[in-house]
């Protein structure tokens, strides 16, 4: 694991590989091992920087504003501290609404775009387990910490008020994404604030959509068919915004397609470049 100095702290993040630079942007309470089986397959012939934001599986306090145009000015921040050009930008769950944001404010470094399966237009918070996520960062950090330990077992951690709905078949990496809420005071009241930045704006994502349609480079919008928290007719809204845009489904996967269907995301990434 990489580490660089940003203006809000230490960011961690994931650099293997050589060639055209793609960068994997990850969701709520998770972190850049959401990549792993990707980036174990691309990297043979593509640069893959994968960042673990603030979003409540990093392990670093930030001094952020964690809302998602906070979020959004971190990323452009972590691609001019590199000086990454040219960059395919990926975000998949909330780190698609974070690639809608680096989209519409601040796109000099993105070179083509990849939404998958994510928030987008008026669905956040998304789902049962987007609105469980929001209540319970309304709580505070020592009742939310108690909340959380429900997720330590596998049963609860497996249902639609967790990840349920989010993956079929990831459930040992799930498992692992929430040890810091879990262990760690300072990462636990972050991961609160943060909650409540995310879902403060509730329309946020609703008003940067017709600025997309000004994002005139490649991009692939990539969704799970049998997603069950974001809709399908967003992402065909979303290819439809996008000038140069292709949508592309992928079969017997929830919302988190690098943990469902890693291969074939990685097949449709090194297409798409």
Known sequence: MNELELSAGTLQYVDRGPGPVVV?????????????????????????????LPFGAHRLPMDADLSLPGIARLVVE?????????????????????????????????????????????????????RTLALSGKLPPALFGAFMQQLRVKAIRRSP???????????TTTARWIRPVLEQPEIRAETVRMLRAVFADRRVLDEAAPDLARFDR??????????????????????????????ALVEDSYTLIPLDQPARFAELIRRFT
Do not use: Y
């Not at 994997?24 to 091992?33: K, P, W």
């Not at 349920?164 to 459930?171: N, Q, W």
């Not at 991009?219 to 007719?233: E, G, K, N, S, T």
């Open 218 to 247: 490649p991009a692939l919008v990539v969704w799970a068919a049998d997603d069950r928290v974001m809709p399908l007719d967003h992402g065909r809204r979303l290819a439809e915004l996008l000038p140069q845009a292709e949508l």
């Open 24 to 52: 994997l942007l990850h969701g709520l309470l998770m972190d850049a091992s959401l990549w792993d089986d990707v980036i174990a397959d691309l990297s043979a012939d593509h640069r893959c920087l994968a960042p673990t």
């Open 161 to 171: 008020l967790a990840f349920g709905t989010l993956t079929k078949r990831g459930d």
């Open 78 to 130: 972590f691609l001019d501290r590199l000086d990454l050009q040219d960059v395919v930008l990926v975000g998949n769950d909330t780190g698609g609404a974070v690639v809608q944001l680096v989209l519409r404010d601040d796109p000099k470094r993105v070179g083509r775009a990849v939404l998958a399966s994510c928030e987008a237009f008026d669905n956040l918070p998304p789902g049962l387990t987007g």
